[in-house]
């Protein structure tokens, strides 16, 4: 069964800093793209930030860009964030999804979730 | 950046025929893919690529992308389909990926 269980979420002061683990299992990690999005208490998702199968390539979403960092470690299945300078904007839901594309339609899509962590960023 | 906008809230009868709609600039040339998400569960893959569904998922379900609209439509929806329904595509000019606004779906 292919399974993906967030840990690391908690409360934390603004300016402070928290690191995301997602651990994968189920298939073969290291051939699929990894992606973190986050839902704000009550509020839509947001794609936050994706990195490819050999970690050698990221992308991140302009209100998190230069502050989170994606990265994983394919020998032990499992994908990071780390989050520095949080802010109070920053409080959500974080969930670790695998990407799947589509070369004949050119799609990007998530599958499967995981169930998600919470990050509170509260003084 | 690339906006998807859908309704805030679609109401339908058991039985009835739901159709969410997900409004983007030439979103037809994109690919369109659609989640469920049910109150404090994680998001679930319902179509893909427009209008493929993945293993599991009931053939009542299913979706159409032409022009300026795409379409998730949920056929004899039943108690159970109650949830949020978000649209999704990757934007490529950004390698950013962007989720509508979302719906919720209340079954009278």
């Known amino acids: 069964e292919v399974q993906l269980v967030e840990s690391g979420g908690g409360l934390v002061q603004p300016g402070g800093s928290l690191r995301l683990s997602c651990a994968a299992s189920?298939?073969?990690?290291?051939?699929?793209?990894m992606h973190w999005v986050r839902q704000a208490p009550g509020k839509g998702l947001v794609w936050v930030s994706r990195?490819?199968?050999?970690?050698?390539?990221?992308s991140y979403a302009d209100s998190v860009k230069g502050r989170f960092t994606i990265s994983r470690d394919n020998a032990k299945n499992t994908l990071y964030l780390q989050m520095n300078s949080l802010r109070a904007e920053d409080t959500a839901v974080y969930y670790c999804?695998?990407?799947?594309?589509?070369?004949?339609?050119?799609?990007?899509?998530?599958?499967?979730w995981g169930q998600g962590t919470l990050v509170t960023v509260s003084s | 950046s690339y906006v998807l906008t859908q309704p805030p809230s679609v109401s339908v009868a058991p039985g009835q025929t739901a159709r969410i709609t997900c409004g983007g600039n030439?979103?037809?040339?994109?690919?369109v893919h659609w989640y469920q998400q049910k109150p404090g569960q994680a998001p679930v893959l319902v179509v893909y690529?427009?209008?493929d569904r993945p293993s599991g998922i009931p053939e009542r379900f299913s979706g159409s992308n032409s022009g300026n609209t795409a379409t998730l439509t949920i056929s004899r929806v039943e108690a159970g389909d109650e949830a949020d329904y978000y649209c999704q595509v990757w934007d490529s000019s950004s390698d950013h990926y962007v989720f509508g606004t979302g719906t919720k779906v209340t079954v009278l």
């Open positions: 690529d427009d209008s």
């Open positions: 189920g298939f073969t990690f290291s051939s699929y793209w």
């Open positions: 030439n979103i037809g040339s994109k690919s």
């Open positions: 990195i490819n199968s050999d970690g050698s390539s990221t």
């Open positions: 999804a695998r990407g799947w594309y589509s070369s004949s339609h050119g799609g990007n899509w998530f599958d499967p």
